[in-house]
T-cell receptor, first 115, second 117 residues
Framework: AQKITQTQPGMFVQEKEAVTLDCTYDTSDPSYGLFWYKQPSSGEMIFLIYQGSYDQQNATEGRYSLNFQKARKSANLVISASQLGDSAMYFCAMREGYNNNDMRFGAGTRLTVKP | GAGVSQSPSNKVTEKGKDVELRCDPISGHTALYWYRQSLGQGLEFLIYFQGNSAPDKSGLPSDRFSAERTGGSVSTLTIQRTQQEDSAVYLC???????????????FGPGTRLTVL
C-alpha cells in the first residue's frame, strides 16, 4: 500500500505568490516524522523541513511551512513568496516509529515558478 | 566535513554486464539507504542498512540486485546481467539512525547515473 501520496504531478505558480504542495500519508503508528525534500534540476536532494507527529505547532523554516493536519493525515508544504529558484521537484517522505529508520518517499511534485 | 559520496558519477554499460556502484556514507551514520530514480520519476526505495542488523531488502526489484555494507561503512550495490530498464540514477543516503528521535534527516549523495545500452 502506498504510504505517501502526492497527487499533483506538476504545479505552476507566479513568482512572489504562495503555493501549496499536497502530501497525504498512511500509518497506524502514533509516532512518525514527515519530511520534505527539494530536488533541483542538478539532481541533489535538499532537506527542507520536518514535522514530528507529536509536534503541537506547524513547522516553519524561512519561506517554507508545513500545514500539518493530523486527523486528515496530510502534511502539505507551503512555499511563500515563490522565487524562480524554487522551480524543482519536491518530495514528501515519512519515517514510522522510533525503531524503524526506513524512509518512504512520495512520487513527487514538479513545481515551476513563472516570472 | 565530507558528505555522502558515490562513485562512479556516471556509468555506461552494455546489456548483460554486471555493474558495481559504491557509496561512502557520512562518518558515524549508522543508517544507509539506496534508492533508484528513473528519469522524471520519484525515488524508489531499494534497500537499507541499519548498524549490524539484517538489511531491509524489500525494495530490491529482482534477484539481479544485491547490496552489501562492509564494516558498517561503505556500501556496494551490485546489478548483475544489467537490462535496459535498469537505466536510472542510483542515489545513496545516510542518516544518524537514532532510535531516540524520530527526526531522521537523510543526507544524499550526488548519485550514479547508470545507462545500459
Amino acid at each position: 500500500a502506498q504510504k505517501i501520496t502526492q497527487t499533483q504531478p506538476g504545479m505552476f505558480v507566479q513568482e512572489k505568490e504562495a503555493v501549496t504542495l499536497d502530501c497525504t500519508y498512511d500509518t497506524s503508528d502514533p509516532s512518525y516524522g514527515l519530511f520534505w525534500y527539494k530536488q533541483p534540476s542538478s539532481g541533489e536532494m535538499i532537506f527542507l523541513i520536518y514535522q514530528g507527529s507529536y509536534d503541537q505547532q506547524n513547522a516553519t523554516e524561512g519561506r517554507y511551512s508545513l500545514n500539518f493536519q493530523k486527523a486528515r493525515k496530510s502534511a502539505n508544504l507551503v512555499i511563500s513568496a515563490s522565487q524562480l529558484g524554487d522551480s524543482a521537484m519536491y518530495f514528501c517522505a515519512m519515517r514510522e516509529g522510533y525503531n524503524n529508520n526506513d524512509m518512504r518517499f512520495g512520487a513527487g511534485t514538479r513545481l515551476t515558478v513563472k516570472p | 566535513g565530507a558528505g555522502v559520496s558515490q562513485s562512479p558519477s556516471n556509468k555506461v554499460t552494455e546489456k548483460g554486464k554486471d555493474v558495481e556502484l559504491r557509496c561512502d556514507p557520512i562518518s558515524g551514520h549508522t543508517a544507509l539507504y539506496w534508492y533508484r530514480q528513473s528519469l522524471g520519476q520519484g525515488l524508489e526505495f531499494l534497500i537499507y542498512f541499519q548498524g549490524n542488523s539484517a538489511p531491509d531488502k524489500s525494495g530490491l526489484p529482482s534477484d539481479r540486485f544485491s547490496a552489501e555494507r562492509t564494516g558498517g561503512s561503505v556500501s556496494t550495490l551490485t546489478i548483475q546481467r544489467t537490462q535496459q530498464e535498469d537505466s536510472a540514477v542510483y542515489l545513496c543516503a545516510s542518516s544518524l539512525g537514532s532510535s531516540e528521535s524520530i527526526y531522521n534527516e537523510q543526507f544524499f549523495g550526488p548519485g550514479t547515473r547508470l545507462t545500459v545500452l
